[in-house]
């Protein structure tokens, strides 16, 4: 469902070339839950901006639902995060002058749905926050915030979810509540995709791809 | 993003930020107030021009005794000569001759007094200006030739000595001599106001301005407006002749075309217009400075904003769109805040006291489309770089910005 064949991503500084990703190929199929670790510098940023249509490769093809995404314009990637894809990041990125059930509704916005705020409300009743629904991210704890990220995340139905490292701000007992609403996310058949540095947190995942100077030196299944 | 969707985010950032928008705005406030207010005022001055003009009768010249001091010896003009402009065999192009002789006066009726305008006239003066008769009857030739004392009110001094009584009939003094009021006259308007009173044009020189024959005025009226210029050479070797001017010597009167006037006026205020207009287009420019530099802060506040929107979905014309928005709403809304503040201000001025004359604003729909439609132009424009800033952030490097 997803592949990246010989992904290649070389930026110029100066007169020196750094290859961030070196000829990477991997696929992973629908419903699979990845971890993707390594240490700073080894890639995973890169990886990530990548996989979620951010960034564009210096070379090589990245198929999503059998559709090379590598040659698209800018509106076109644009379109592809709306619809196809999601995001979970570690500082939440919210906006702060949003209530949570506007934070959720804005995808929807953008891909021009309408019956927003039912969707919107059903999105945060899964992720088990709807009482919040009309709280702004600045009265919510991190947990709290982190799951109308997820719910901003489904509310496309996406195909593949992408966070970076979705549980850095969290106490263990958040980070749990939240690898387990991933987990019950990727059941129902969405693939994820989580960058992380913390082996208890790769260790919700099916798989781990380990990454070292933009090569991947291990793929493991669990 | 559909444009309602883009109106109401741009109202809440616009709103998220009160003060910040408030001092922005307000160029483009103080701007659109300051031209709907100058512009409404120069119609009310035009109006009220227009209407002058109307009533004096702009097709009439009129003659005066020169005040030019190089003439030397200057007879003045005299009923004589307003006669003998009358004579079709040497003035054939004249329709209409109409000698006046003006003075102030003190009229007092009961405990009221009024220091007015007093015009002896004749009744072939109703030619010239747009005389109305309210109540009673209008100055005729029988008054002229008897020197009658009566008197004709104008609008404003009928209300002042009299109130809500009818005045014909009453017996009206003024400088030692009673006069009986015959009528009245209907509101004129204009510059000349309605404070002015008419008797027949001899009994002013006898009771008002000391006996003898001299006139201040002639007014004369082309047969048709073709003969103007016929009318101003018969009407000069008319004069010439009879003040015994010798050749190469100058006119000792002067004759004032009042459409040269009238022309001059309205080239003088279409200047004053387009003044005004500049003077409120530099404001517009400030302000539409000041959204620009705003909306510039903004876009560097918001980019991890920018970034978040780009990464859940959106193209770079949603960005774009919803910065030109905000700005075009921010300008609009200054513009509302500054057209509320024009009308307002236009309605305390109400009328503007010029003299014995008043001006009205007029805020007419034309000038409230303009103003508007220009502030949102205004922001338009101002926020287009800052909008286009926003559009091309790159997501990545947004997400980044703290």
Not at chain 1, 205 to 220: N, V
Not at chain 2, 38 to 58: D, I, K, P, W
Not at chain 2, 348 to 368: D, E, K, R
Request: hydrophobic share 40%; glycine share 10%; net charge neutral.
């Amino acid at each position: 469902m997803i592949e990246l064949k010989n992904i290649s991503k070389i930026y110029d500084i100066g007169d020196v070339k750094v290859a961030a990703l070196n000829n990477v190929s991997f696929t992973c199929e629908k419903g699979e839950f990845i971890s993707i670790m390594g240490h700073s510098g080894s890639g995973k940023s890169t990886m990530m901006n990548i996989l979620g249509c951010l960034d564009r490769p210096t070379s090589g093809s990245y198929i999503i639902d059998s559709v090379d995404v590598a040659g698209m314009t800018d509106d076109e990637l644009a379109a592809m995060r709306n619809r196809k894809l999601g995001f979970v990041f570690q500082s939440y990125n919210l906006l702060p002058k949003l209530t949570a059930i506007a934070n959720v509704e804005l995808p929807l916005i953008y891909s021009g749905n309408n019956h927003r705020r039912q969707r919107a409300l059903a999105a945060l009743e899964a992720v088990g926050i709807g009482k919040r629904a009309s709280h702004k991210p600045s009265e919510m704890s991190g947990g709290e915030q982190q799951r109308v990220a997820i719910a901003r995340a489904l509310i496309n139905d996406p195909l593949v979810i992408l966070a970076d490292e979705p549980t850095g701000n969290l106490d263990t007992q958040m980070s749990h509540n939240i690898m387990s609403l991933l987990v019950e996310q990727s059941k129902k058949g969405i693939t994820i995709i989580v960058v992380t540095h913390e082996e208890d947190i790769a260790a919700y995942t099916q798989r781990t791809i380990y990454l070292r100077d933009g090569i991947i030196i291990e793929d493991k299944k669990r | 993003m559909s444009l309602w969707e883009s109106l109401k985010s741009a109202w809440q950032a616009i709103f998220s930020n009160k003060t910040r928008s408030f001092l922005t705005m307000l160029g483009i406030v103080i701007g659109v107030c300051a031209v709907v207010l100058l512009v409404s005022l120069g119609q009310g001055f035009q109006a009220s021009m227009t209407t002058t003009f109307n009533n004096m009768g702009a097709s009439a010249l009129y003659i005066s005794t020169s005040t030019d001091k190089a003439v030397t010896s200057v007879r003045p003009l005299t009923l004589d000569d307003a006669e003998a402009l009358q004579d079709k065999t040497v003035a054939p192009s004249i329709s209409v001759v109409s000698p006046t002789l003006s003075s102030r006066v003190t009229v007092q009726y009961g405990n009221n007094s009024a220091n007015v305008q007093a015009t002896g006239v004749k009744p072939v003066i109703t030619e010239i200006r747009n005389y109305q008769v309210d109540q009673g009857r209008f100055i005729t030739d029988q008054d002229v030739t008897a020197r009658s004392n009566i008197i004709v009110l104008g609008y404003q001094t009928a209300t002042v000595l009299c109130g809500t009584d009818n005045p014909v009939g009453k017996s009206v003094r003024g400088q030692g001599s009673k006069y009986q009021v015959v009528g009245t006259l209907q509101k004129m308007g204009g510059f000349g106001g309605d404070s002015y009173i008419l008797m027949p044009l001899t009994t002013m020189q006898s009771k008002l301005t000391g006996g003898g024959n001299n006139v201040q005025q002639i007014a004369v009226k082309a047969v048709s407006s073709d003969l103007v210029d016929s009318v101003i050479s018969e009407v000069t070797s008319v004069l010439r002749n009879r003040h015994y001017i010798r050749t190469g010597a100058a006119d000792d009167f002067t004759i004032t075309d009042m459409r040269e006037t009238l022309a001059s006026m309205q080239a003088t205020l279409a200047g004053f217009s387009l003044f005004m207009g500049a003077v409120g287009a530099i404001s517009l420019i400030v302000g539409g400075i000041g959204i620009m530099n705003i909306m510039l802060v903004s876009v560097t506040e918001r980019t991890r904003e920018i970034g978040i929107r780009k990464a859940i979905g959106a193209k770079r014309r949603d960005i774009l769109l919803q910065f030109l928005i905000e700005a075009a709403a921010l300008s609009l809304t200054g513009g509302l805040v500054g057209l509320g503040l024009a009308m307002l201000g236009a309605m305390l001025m109400g009328n503007i006291s010029l003299g014995n004359t008043t001006v009205t604003p007029v805020i007419s729909a034309g000038i409230v489309f303009i103003a508007l439609g220009v502030s949102i132009g205004t922001g338009l424009v101002s926020g287009t770089y800052p909008a286009f800033r926003a559009a091309r952030l790159d997501p990545i490097e947004s997400l980044r910005h703290e």
